[in-house]
């Protein structure tokens, strides 16, 4: 069956809108700003509220129409990026029980971060930078859940970390938030090497990209297509891209950084949908991971680790937003294991409702705290708080080597520190090392000479 053309029919163009109507708002204010004229604040978050408007809407009648045809998938061919004998590289939408209720809850929630946004950032410096990137992100997320083939969700992937990197740093004149995006940058671009060895064994394995040739069937009831060394392969490095993405073990350092960002970038980006968009991949190609189930244990494994870790040392951090970013990391681990447990609906409800819930607390904290300043000046000192918890029933010796642990964050970073970070800097420099002798060597001059020029500031 030939997919659907674009315009072909009215579901074809409403879920044509949901992607373009973010990429409108980027150029309506993207352009003006690298013209050096950029729009008003009002005239911005009207145009980026409207976008994320029109998305939603057009993700809602979409899935009142999807719901009526019994949640068949409707797929949209864009096009082939290239092909090459049986291998080809094609842009494809669907639209599917997964992908519209995750594209209503993402607008949504991405609607209610901008008319927020509006007030919070009111004369900044880089007001028209966030919505730059709001929009960037919101056209990401939309391609990743929306994408028919591993190469559309690919893009979108990127753009989402290349927008929640840059947003980490916003306040680029602070180090620590310049240190806190290049931590998260390097730590999405080490796991984006999963997704892009995933997407090649794809191609090699159907020589497509498309889902179609990767499983069969509507979402949750997909049957995977390869066989069973192929959706190991695939599952491992899936499984992989996901790890940075959602702030796992071993690469969930960034994210309690990742609150050095303003409010409402940490609110849609950390607290809700960015750090679930490793979850989404694996609901994607659940039937993949169904195929391999020693890849399955693994993710419980996983994210059953990275829950109990955050938990322990996210009750020991002395500040909201540090507090919150655990939370959300707990919440995610979970969300991975239901997943690898075989779960279809309720991880996809718990992305949902966790996401609505954490974004709401992080928008709510700075006032959270001004209310609790207030209540403590009323009372003439700080609220009283129980004693009670459940470390309080461990012998003393384990609770403060709990506590210890908790305060060290597990000794994570240290550990991946030592073990990774130290010697892929050691590797790296002497590569660059290497390169400027060799570009010296291959210019005539030497290796000393050039040293003595570059010692004298170029003089003679």
């Not at 094609?90 to 991405?110: H, M, R």
């Not at 602070?174 to 806190?180: G, Q, T």
């Not at 918890?389 to 964050?409: K, N, Q, W």
């Amino acid at each position: 069956m030939t997919p659907p053309r674009p315009f072909d029919d009215p579901l074809s163009v409403l879920v044509i809108c949901q992607l373009v109507a973010p990429v409108v708002a980027l150029a309506s204010i993207g352009l003006p700003a690298l013209l050096g004229r950029p729009l008003s604040e009002r005239t911005t978050t009207r145009v980026v509220g409207a976008a994320f408007t029109t998305s939603f809407v057009a993700a809602l009648v979409t899935l009142v129409m999807i719901i009526n045809r019994g949640f068949a998938a409707h797929v949209v061919h864009l096009g082939s990026m290239f092909a090459v004998g049986h291998h080809a590289a094609t842009i494809e939408l669907v639209a599917d029980g997964l992908s519209v209720p995750y594209v209503c809850f993402s607008t949504g929630l991405c609607a209610l971060v901008n008319a927020f946004a509006g007030k919070y950032l009111h004369r900044e410096p880089g007001f028209t930078r966030f919505f730059i990137l709001l929009a960037l992100f919101g056209t990401g997320m939309n391609l990743m859940v929306l994408a028919g083939s591993i190469d559309a969700l690919f893009a979108g992937w990127e753009f989402l970390g290349i927008s929640s990197a840059l947003l980490i740093g916003f306040f680029h004149e602070r180090r620590n938030a310049v240190d806190a995006a290049m931590r998260a940058f390097c730590t999405y671009r080490v796991c984006d090497v999963g997704l892009l060895a995933a997407s090649v064994v794809i191609h090699q394995a159907t020589g497509s990209g498309d889902f179609a040739a990767l499983f069969a069937g509507t979402w949750p009831e997909a049957t995977c297509l390869v066989p069973g060394t192929t959706a190991l392969t695939v599952s491992l490095l899936l499984i992989f891209a996901a790890l940075g993405k959602s702030g796992q073990v071993p690469f969930s350092g960034w994210l309690p950084r990742a609150m050095e960002g303003p409010t409402p970038s940490s609110a849609i980006f950390y607290g809700a949908l960015s750090i679930h968009a490793g979850a989404y991949v694996l609901l994607r190609c659940e039937s993949v991971l169904d195929a391999a189930p020693a890849a399955a244990w693994l993710l419980v494994a996983i994210g059953g680790g990275t829950a109990l870790h955050a938990a322990i040392v996210g009750s020991v951090q002395t500040d909201l937003k540090s507090m919150l970013a655990y939370a959300s990391m707990t919440q995610a681990g979970i969300i991975l294991a239901e997943i690898g447990l075989g779960l279809r609906v309720v991880p996809l409800v718990h992305v949902i409702s966790h996401a609505i819930l954490r974004s709401l607390q992080i928008l709510r904290s700075p006032s959270a705290m001004h209310d609790r300043h207030e209540l403590a000046a009323a009372l003439g000192g700080h609220p009283g708080s129980s004693d009670w918890s459940l470390v309080r029933l461990l012998p003393r010796r384990v609770s403060r080597s709990l506590y210890h642990i908790a305060l060290e964050r597990g000794f994570e970073e240290a550990v991946v520190t030592r073990l990774v970070v130290l010697p892929l800097m050691a590797m790296l420099k002497a590569a660059d090392g290497l390169e400027r002798r060799w570009t010296t060597l291959l210019g005539g001059g030497s290796t000393e000479g050039r040293m003595r020029h570059d010692s004298s500031g170029g003089m003679p």
